[in-house]
């Protein structure tokens, strides 16, 4: 089977950097994906790690390392409209790209 | 403007029904997942299928869901009876061969039943 572990919450101030972990088990292993999602909306999509390292997309960053079955989301430069629930996903192995999720952190961005 | 279309957007239904959700993928994704995400739960997923064929639906209770692809371009999640502790927003998610490094979801039906 499959598990993720997230904070279920992380506040922090306009301008700022937070970062979200995650930890995974996972029998089989192929990405880790991150999404977002607004009170009332959508998941929508981030970014995606299948090789340990880090990928940039401009303020989000998301690192992988597969060693340590660990990955974590950067936002930088927090502004009020990312206040919203993040989630990690696990894409299962075999090529299948059965995705499962964490069950989410809500990040509050305040003034 | 490609995206997932899901139909009704709200359902509000009473205890014992049948209530059938639909789903259209983006032209062209061949690989289509159904969700529920509820507080307590998170996103859970139900099913998912690859070119129409269901892979994966070990997350649905069998006795009263089913999933099925009629077509490439509908997904359907029906239950029946539905309960009350089915309430929940259900999402579809569609995306593109077996990379799948990117789901695109569309923006879920509310389902109450009372």
């Known amino acids: 089977g499959q598990s993720l572990e997230q904070p279920s919450e992380v506040t922090a101030v306009e301008g700022a950097i937070v970062q979200i972990n995650c930890t995974y088990q996972?029998?089989?292993?192929?990405?880790l994906s991150w999404y977002q999602q607004h009170d009332g909306g959508a998941p929508t999509f981030l970014s995606y790690?299948?090789?340990?390292g880090l990928e940039e997309t401009g303020r989000f960053s998301s690192f992988l390392s597969r060693s340590d079955s660990y990955g974590y989301l950067l936002l930088q430069e927090l502004q009020m409209k990312d206040s919203a629930s993040y989630f990690c996903?696990?894409?299962?192995?075999?090529?299948?790209?059965?995705?499962?999720f964490g069950q989410g952190t809500t990040l509050q961005v305040k003034p | 403007d490609a995206r997932v279309t899901q139909t009704p957007r709200h359902k509000v239904t009473e205890m014992g029904q049948e209530v059938t959700m639909r789903c259209q993928p983006i032209?062209?994704?061949?690989?289509v997942f159904w969700y529920r995400q509820t507080m307590m739960q998170g996103l859970e997923l139900l099913a998912y299928?690859?070119?129409?064929?269901?892979?994966?639906d070990s997350g649905m209770p069998k006795d009263r869901f089913s999933a099925e692809m009629p077509d490439a371009t509908l997904a359907t999640l029906k239950i029946q009876p539905s309960e009350p502790r089915d309430s929940a927003v259900y999402f579809c998610?569609?995306?593109?061969?077996?990379?799948?490094?990117?789901?695109?979801f569309g923006q879920g039906t509310r389902l109450t039943v009372v």
């Open positions: 790690n299948a090789l340990d």
């Open positions: 996972t029998s089989g292993f192929y990405g």
């Open positions: 998610a569609s995306g593109r061969g077996s990379s799948n490094t990117e789901a695109f």
């Open positions: 996903a696990v894409q299962g192995s075999g090529n299948t790209g059965k995705l499962i």
């Open positions: 299928f690859r070119n129409r064929a269901p892979l994966d």
């Open positions: 032209l062209g994704h061949n690989t």
